[in-house]
C-alpha cells in the first residue's frame, strides 16, 4: 500500500460532491481529493494520475455505465461506483463495465472510507498481478494477445494447480469454433469470451491450432456445457463451437489431453456441438481379438469391432484429412463417406481419378485398396491390416501416402 493516494470523486451533484468530500477527510492527511463531474472527468483522471475513482450514480444509468467502460480502459484503476439507490439492474450493469465495489452515497462516513481503505489494499494486490503478468509475457509463459498461457507451458500450469489444490474432480474442455464459423472465428474474442465464461478458480490456455484449453476444478459434465453456452453467449454473432469434455478425475494433463482431443475429433466428424469423452476411452473392444489360431472367431464381435472402428477412428480421420488438404491440392475434387460395406477417399482432377476404399471382408482383417486412373497414375495397392492396427496415426500415415501419390503424378 503507497504512502499516498489520488483518489478522483466524480458527480454531477456540485452539493453532494462536498459532503462526500467531507466523509472521505478521514482518510490519511497526504491522500489527494480531486472533484470532477462527467464531462471532464477522463482529463481529469489523466491530469491527477488518481489510483481510486469513485463515481457517483448520474441521473442517467446508461451514462454512468458507459463512463466506467471507459475508465476501466486503464487497468491500473480501482473504480468504486456510489449508487444513489438500490437498483440491482445499474449495480451488475457497473460490475460487468468493471467496478471493483460499489456503496450508496447517502453512506455514512466509516463505510465509506473502510470500503476505500480496502480497495486501496486491493488496488496494490492487484497491481502485483499485473506487474507478475507483465514479467510472465516477457518470459513467453503468457501470450500477450490474448492474456492466456501458451500451448508450451499448459502442461506444468495445469498439472501444478491441480497438484498445489489437491483437485480430483471436475472437467477438462477442449474448445474451438466450429467449421462452419472458422471464417468469422478471431482469437483475442474467444479469450475474452472464454475469460467473461469462467469463475476465477477456473483456467484457460492456449492449446494446439485454434484450440483452446479449459480446466474446470470442482465442475461437473453439465456444468462444463453451461460454460460452452455462456461462451458462445459472450462471442455474439450466432457463434457455434466445436469441444471435447473429458472428466480429470485421477487423470494427468497427457490423459486429459488426450480424451479431450478425442472427443473433440468425434464433434467435428459429426458436426456436433460437443462430445463427452467416453469413462473407458482406454478400453476398446479391440481388447476382444485374438490371433490364437485354436480359439473361435465370432464374425458378430469383429463386425462389430469394425464398426467402431469406423465410428471412431476412420471417419474422424477421413473428415480430418479432406479439410487439411482442400486448399493445398488446387483444381482437385475431395470427396469422403462411409457406408455399411465400405470407407472410401476419394480424389479427383482433369489428370488423374484415386480412390482409396477401406473395406471389412469379413473376421479380424480389413483390406485397403488404393486405386490411381491416369496417364502417369503410380501402382494401384492393396493393404491388409488386422482390426487392432487400424489407428488414427496408422491410417494418417497411409491416406497421406495415398495424397502424395495423386499429388505429385497429377501436376
Known amino acids: 500500500m503507497s504512502e499516498k493516494n489520488n483518489i478522483l470523486l466524480i458527480s454531477d451533484d456540485e452539493n453532494l460532491s462536498q459532503i462526500l468530500q467531507k466523509k472521505l477527510i478521514f482518510l490519511r492527511r497526504d491522500d489527494s481529493i480531486l472533484i470532477s463531474d462527467f464531462k471532464d472527468a477522463l482529463s481529469k483522471l489523466e491530469l491527477s494520475s488518481a489510483d481510486i475513482v469513485l463515481v457517483n450514480e448520474n441521473s442517467s444509468g446508461t451514462q454512468t455505465v458507459e463512463l466506467?467502460?471507459?475508465?476501466?480502459?486503464?487497468?491500473?484503476?480501482?473504480?468504486?461506483?456510489?449508487?444513489?439507490?438500490?437498483?440491482?439492474?445499474?449495480?451488475?450493469?457497473?460490475?460487468?463495465?468493471?467496478?471493483?465495489?460499489?456503496?450508496?452515497?447517502?453512506?455514512?462516513?466509516?463505510?465509506?472510507?473502510?470500503?476505500?481503505?480496502?480497495?486501496?489494499?486491493?488496488?496494490?494486490?492487484?497491481?502485483?498481478?499485473?506487474?507478475?503478468?507483465?514479467?510472465?509475457?516477457?518470459?513467453?509463459?503468457?501470450?500477450?494477445?490474448?492474456?492466456?498461457?501458451?500451448?508450451?507451458?499448459?502442461?506444468?500450469?495445469?498439472?501444478?494447480?491441480?497438484?498445489?489444490?489437491?483437485?480430483?474432480?471436475?472437467?477438462?474442455?477442449?474448445?474451438?469454433?466450429?467449421?462452419?464459423?472458422?471464417?468469422?472465428?478471431?482469437?483475442?474474442?474467444?479469450?475474452?469470451?472464454?475469460?467473461?465464461?469462467?469463475?476465477?478458480?477456473d483456467l484457460a490456455t492456449l492449446g494446439r491450432g485454434a484450440k483452446f484449453y479449459i480446466l474446470l476444478p470442482k465442475t461437473d459434465l453439465n456444468g462444463a456445457v453451461v460454460v460452452l453456452n455462456k461462451i458462445k453467449e459472450n462471442y455474439g454473432s450466432d457463434f457455434e463451437i466445436c469441444a471435447g469434455i473429458s472428466r480429470i478425475a485421477h487423470k494427468n494433463f497427457d490423459e486429459m489431453e488426450r480424451d479431450a482431443l478425442r472427443a473433440h475429433s468425434d464433434a467435428a466428424a459429426t458436426n456436433a456441438e460437443y462430445v463427452i469423452a467416453s469413462e473407458n476411452a482406454n478400453e476398446t473392444l479391440d481388447e476382444w481379438l485374438v490371433d490364437a489360431e485354436d480359439k473361435p472367431k465370432n464374425y458378430k464381435i469383429f463386425r462389430q469391432i469394425f464398426n467402431k472402428k469406423m465410428e471412431k477412428v476412420i471417419t474422424p480421420v477421413f473428415f480430418r484429412l479432406q479439410k487439411a488438404w482442400e486448399e493445398k491440392l488446387f483444381n482437385t475434387e475431395i470427396e469422403q463417406y462411409t457406408d455399411s460395406e465400405q470407407c472410401v477417399f476419394h480424389l479427383k482432377n482433369k489428370k488423374q481419378d484415386s480412390t482409396l476404399r477401406i473395406v471389412y471382408p469379413g473376421f479380424a482383417k480389413i483390406v485397403i485398396y488404393m486405386t490411381h486412373e491416369g496417364l502417369d497414375s503410380p501402382e494401384n495397392t492393396e493393404i491388409q491390416l488386422p482390426l487392432t492396427k487400424i489407428t488414427q496415426k496408422k491410417l494418417v500415415e497411409i491416406v497421406e501416402e495415398f495424397i502424395r501419390d495423386f499429388k505429385y503424378t497429377s501436376v
Open 68 to 201: 466506467i467502460k471507459k475508465l476501466r480502459e486503464n487497468k491500473n484503476l480501482c473504480i468504486i461506483l456510489l449508487a444513489n439507490s438500490c437498483s440491482s439492474d445499474l449495480v451488475l450493469a457497473a460490475y460487468d463495465a468493471g467496478i471493483d465495489d460499489f456503496a450508496l452515497s447517502d453512506a455514512e462516513a466509516f463505510e465509506l472510507v473502510v470500503r476505500t481503505v480496502n480497495n486501496i489494499k486491493h488496488n496494490s494486490v492487484k497491481m502485483n498481478y499485473f506487474r507478475n503478468v507483465k514479467l510472465l509475457e516477457q518470459l513467453n509463459v503468457i501470450d500477450n494477445y490474448t492474456g492466456m498461457y501458451n500451448y508450451n507451458y499448459a502442461k506444468q500450469v495445469i498439472e501444478n494447480v491441480i497438484d498445489d489444490n489437491l483437485i480430483d474432480d471436475g472437467a477438462f474442455v477442449v474448445v474451438a469454433p466450429s467449421e462452419s464459423c472458422k471464417n468469422q472465428f478471431s482469437v483475442d474474442k474467444m479469450a475474452e469470451a472464454i475469460f467473461a465464461s469462467i469463475r476465477s478458480d
